[in-house]
């Protein structure tokens, strides 16, 4: 329902939810990872996008982040920014922010916040929410009083979300309530970042932001979302791992041709061997153990794709996904000095499979996929998937599971645009 929701948003009835500011503050200290930063950050985009057909009149809500590490380095995106003028570029800015990686000074990201995006705004508002993201102990040199520092603003709520395991003791819960205004209710404990974008959080939060939203439906034509260049300025290396066993089937085979034709087409590739931005493409079909054929290696070039694409030929046997992670982690991205990948490039594998397939060795694959910070994505097509190997493949991610009736339905604009702003 997400995907309908958010590619007719602008065609169905809207929820409005009055003058309301959302501030995200996020956690990008070093602890907190790069997968988990951007697990952070596809939080804040998508409990935005619940909120999201909420646009155009001026009573409508406005969004702001703050993604915080040492004092100094706070960096801000906000929606009335004269550059960001929409909801997707907003998103898009999200998914721009870059891991900062160093201490974590809460209390100062805290006052800072304030400072920057709340106590000055002219909008007139009625409530401003904030919701603090945090993976728990700030460094000792920042001011603890600042904890509180937005707790004096009667027009503020805050709510904290710590995650990781650190709660478990009691003085870090301290904080999370000295954040939430000791209020309770607003603070949420819990273990693992994935947990920030499972569905029933983010409908946790869709009533904690949005409590009393008023129901409008259009009576005007619909008009569509702005466009935006998908994956922007910056590298990703998207690795394809197709899954050739005979249950896939010819046709779905020739579908999937054209879906990786589709993305290579649609993404703004690298120009040339040595850009360190824009978007690189691999694709793997894996058939049984250590059976594989690469297709193209990590590529920019169009021309190489293409042919890859033609070229490759349908294994059409059984299959291992473990072994073909395995080698894609040693080869296709490589080790050492013969590392393939850009420097602070994204790397994304997108799994093509019903996840009917050999699961030996996968444990060890996905943990060497969570080593190598790769970020997954499934599309699963029919009826008879095996859902643990999906979920494992995915990390447990249910968001980044893609499924439809048939393979060809990732050609139609809903689900294949949907995919493009998953991975980008
Ligand atoms: C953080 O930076 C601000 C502005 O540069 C400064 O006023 C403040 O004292 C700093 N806080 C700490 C704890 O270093
Ligand atoms: C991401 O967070 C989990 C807890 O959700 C933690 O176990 C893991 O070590 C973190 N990853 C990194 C790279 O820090
Ligand atoms: C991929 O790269 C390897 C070397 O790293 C090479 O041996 C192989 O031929 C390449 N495959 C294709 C299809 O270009």
């Known amino acids: 329902m997400t995907y309908i929701r958010e590619t007719c948003g602008c065609c169905d009835c809207e929820k409005h939810c009055g003058a309301l500011d959302i501030v995200f503050i996020i956690d990008s200290s070093e602890s907190v990872g790069l997968t988990n930063f951007t697990l952070e950050k596809n939080f804040v985009i998508n409990t935005i996008n619940r909120l999201g057909s909420m646009a155009p009149d001026p009573t409508s809500p406005t969004v702001g982040v703050v993604q915080y590490s040492h004092n100094g380095t706070f960096e801000t995106i906000r929606l009335d920014d004269a550059n960001i003028n929409s909801m997707s570029a907003f998103k898009a800015a999200v998914k721009n922010l870059q891991w900062i990686a160093g201490g974590t000074f809460t209390p100062s990201a805290l006052k800072f916040a304030y400072d920057n995006l709340i106590r000055d705004s002219k909008r007139a508002r009625a409530q401003v929410s904030v919701i603090v993201v945090t993976d728990g102990r700030f460094d000792p040199r920042d001011d603890d009083t600042q904890l509180r520092y937005l707790c004096d603003d009667p027009n503020v709520v805050v709510n904290a979300i710590g995650v990781g395991d650190m709660f478990d003791k009691s003085h870090d819960s301290e904080t999370l309530l000295s954040i939430a205004c000791n209020d309770k209710n607003r603070i949420t404990e819990m273990k693992r970042y994935t947990d920030l974008v499972a569905e029933n959080f983010i409908e946790k939060m869709e009533t904690v932001l949005c409590p009393d939203p008023v129901i409008k439906c259009p009576d005007l034509p619909c008009k569509a979302e702005q466009y935006v260049a998908p994956c922007v300025g910056r590298p990703v290396d998207l690795v394809f791992l197709l899954d050739g066993s005979e249950r896939l089937g010819m046709d779905n085979f020739q579908h999937i041709r054209e879906f990786v034709q589709k993305v290579a087409d649609r993404l703004v590739l690298a120009k040339n061997k040595n850009d360190q931005m824009w978007s690189r493409l691999a694709l793997i079909e894996f058939g049984k153990e250590n059976e594989l054929r690469v297709a193209f290696n990590l590529t920019h070039n169009r021309d190489v794709v293409a042919a890859g694409i033609t070229t490759l030929p349908y294994l059409d046997s059984s299959s291992a996904v473990g072994t073909a992670i395995t080698y894609t982690i040693d080869h296709i991205l490589g080790k050492g000095r013969s590392r393939k990948t850009r420097r602070g490039a994204e790397i994304s594998f997108v799994f093509i499979t019903d996840g009917i397939t050999d699961s030996s060795s996968l444990d060890e694959a996905v943990s060497a996929m969570r080593r190598e910070q790769i970020i997954s994505t499934v599309i699963a097509t029919g009826s008879d998937v ?39």
Do not use: T, Y
């Open 386 to 424: 095996d859902n643990d190997i999906l979920h494992k493949l995915v990390m447990n991610d249910q968001e980044a599971i893609f499924k439809g009736e048939k393979l060809s339905d990732m050609l139609q604009p809903s689900l294949f645009d949907r995919f493009i702003q998953w991975v980008c």
